[in-house]
């Protein structure tokens, strides 16, 4: 894998080779585990660490959850380190509709990485229609630069 900058927009350009290369990324894949309320809206913090990472995926699990709840992705300053104390710096998700007949709901994966800075939390904005409280379960296919 080759890392380029684009030099209009300062982001990482990934080149791939056919046997998968990767001398700049080591993976540190981490799973999270949060809960939501019942018939509420609830913010679910992961905090990211001590050292940046680059993710490009989610694998989500959910136990309880109801038709007609939703979520959304965030990165989010909770302590102040970037910007003002609770700061969204991002969102990498909005309105993502849960279905309620499986407690996996799938993996995503993007053909590209994207930066976490140490010290921020991901965030799962999570609205519960339902009755009870929500089991969130997270994984992140994450990474640290190592060039």
Not at 23 to 42: L, P
Not at 82 to 94: R, S
Not at 111 to 125: C, D
């Amino acid at each position: 894998m080759t890392i380029n900058v684009d030099p209009a927009s300062g982001r990482e350009i990934l080149l791939f080779d056919a046997f998968s290369y990767n001398g700049q990324y080591n993976v540190k894949a981490t799973g999270y585990s949060g809960s939501a309320a019942a018939g509420v809206t609830s913010n679910v913090d992961f905090a990211i660490g001590a050292e940046d990472r680059y993710i490009n995926g989610v694998h989500l699990f959910l136990k309880g959850h109801a038709w007609g709840d939703t979520m959304s992705f965030q990165v989010v300053d909770k302590n102040g380190v970037y910007a003002p104390a609770g700061t969204v710096l991002n969102q990498f998700g909005f309105t993502w509709n849960v279905n309620d007949q499986v407690q996996d709901q799938g993996q995503n994966a993007f053909a590209y990485v994207a930066k976490i800075p140490t010290g921020v939390y991901i965030r799962i904005v999570y609205v519960s229609v339902g009755g009870t409280a929500v089991d969130v379960k997270l994984n992140c296919l994450m990474h640290k630069n190592v060039a």
